[in-house]
């Protein structure tokens, strides 16, 4: 049974700093990994999605690398900014290789705030 | 133009009552998906639908019945409810071969 774990939990930053957003998985037998972001009463929004082949994905400030051998993905945010301020979750499709229909597992998110 | 959209966006209703929640996506995905949102703000699937055929369905109440019309549409309807299933439910949709997801923007389910 594929388990997802997100650390830190909560991380609190200040303006402008460079952070990184942790994510392992049991199975590394993983079709792709996505990264979300969800503020607060809202839905998700993906940020990007990594491939296995792949082992890394940039989009703007953010860069999602992945380790399938070690089970672990990181989400890397450059010059944080208030409006990153949201929970940041990671999922992984439950069925590993071929067509995955697409059900996820979760981390539990981690809630970041960038103060001004 | 909203990619999944779901109605409503709240709902709030007593104990026992039987309601409906709607999902629409507009992406020509051929996959849809119920997730459950708990109070810890822990996700987890419901149900799955490939091409309107129910392909997951993970331990869940039999109160609870999904009904995909067409690919584009997937309804939840709940029977009997509970106070425990207060809860944020999503929408997702995807296409298979991409896996990428996308979530419509909740409803939020109260049992009173």
């Known amino acids: 049974k594929q388990e997802v774990t997100q650390i830190p939990a909560a991380l609190s930053v200040p303006e402008g700093e460079n952070l990184v957003l942790n994510c392992s998985f049991t199975?590394?037998?993983?079709?792709?990994l996505q990264w979300f972001r969800q503020d607060p009463g809202k839905g998700l929004t993906s940020l990007l999605l990594?491939?296995?082949?792949?082992r890394e994905q940039t989009s703007g400030r953010l860069n999602a690398s992945l380790d399938k051998s070690s089970g672990r993905s990181t989400l890397y945010i450059a010059a944080s900014q208030p409006g990153d301020s949201a929970t940041y979750l990671c999922?992984?499709?439950?069925?590993?290789?071929?067509?995955?229909?697409?059900?996820?597992?979760f981390g539990q998110g981690t809630i970041l705030t960038v103060h001004p | 133009d909203t990619a999944v959209s779901q109605t409503p966006k709240y709902l709030v209703t007593q104990m026992g009552n039987d309601k409906s929640i709607k999902c629409e996506q507009n992406?020509?995905?051929?996959?849809m998906y119920w997730y459950k949102q708990d109070s810890k703000k822990f996700l987890k699937i419901m149900f799955s639908?490939?091409?309107?055929?129910?392909?997951i369905n993970e331990t869940v109440p039999n109160r609870f019945s999904p009904k995909s019309p067409d690919k584009a549409h997937l309804n939840l309807h709940i029977n009997s409810l509970e106070l425990g299933d207060s809860a944020v439910y999503f929408c997702?949709?995807?296409?298979?071969?991409?896996?990428?997801?996308?979530f419509g923007q909740g409803t939020r389910l109260t049992v009173v």
């Open positions: 639908y490939n091409n309107k055929e129910l392909i």
């Open positions: 199975d590394s037998a993983i079709y792709n």
């Open positions: 992406l020509g995905h051929d996959t």
């Open positions: 999922a992984v499709p439950a069925n590993a290789g071929g067509t995955s229909y697409g059900k996820l597992t």
């Open positions: 997702a949709s995807s296409q298979v071969v991409s896996g990428e997801a996308f």
């Open positions: 990594i491939q296995s082949s792949q």
